[in-house]
């Protein structure tokens, strides 16, 4: 069979065009709050409990500016951390479009943003600062100031003064690393 079309309205109808779906849109605030939760669960298997996400995480810094130094020092960060330990803790999932590859010729806004983010929170309450990103299907990094890595690592990327650690190996560093 042969069809010949003079127009391509002969083809496709507006019912065909309305009646196809749009891709779910993601809803961003509850993907990380599901990756600080996942986060929390990681941290708390490793060190026990004492880890849990901070309430209204992402917005409650002009919240608690009215609290006492050792409570605002508690709601800084993403994850709320025992008394002595000494990372402030940013959790990020997702941002699919971050390509590490590109970050070797332009740097990347949005992860110096990242970084940046954590280094003012972890200045504020005198601590050290430590991003933790998971992109979908793949595992959890940490970023570490470089000179606080304790040890030489294998698979360590650097990106200016940071150093890019799967998390899963930074957790095998000794407990006095972290508190």
Known sequence: MNYEFEDLND???????????????????KKGNRKELELTKILNK???????????????????????????DMFTGDLITPVNFKFVLESKGGYEDIDLNAIFLHGNKELEEFLNQVSRDAK????????????????????????????EFEYELKYCKWSI???????????????
């Open 11 to 29: 083809f496709i109808t507006d019912d065909d065009l309305l009646s196809r779906k749009k891709g779910k849109k993601v809803n961003g605030k």
């Open 46 to 72: 490793r060190f026990g409990t004492g880890f849990s996400r901070t309430v209204g995480s992402g917005n409650r810094w002009s919240q608690t500016n009215h609290l006492p130094k050792h409570a605002q």
């Open 165 to 179: 650690i799967a998390l899963e190996e930074i957790l095998k560093l000794e407990d006095t690393f972290f508190f």
């Open 124 to 151: 504020r309450c005198d601590k050290k600062p430590m991003l933790c990103w998971k992109k979908n299907r793949k595992p959890w990094l940490a970023a570490i100031l470089s000179k606080d890595v304790p040890k």
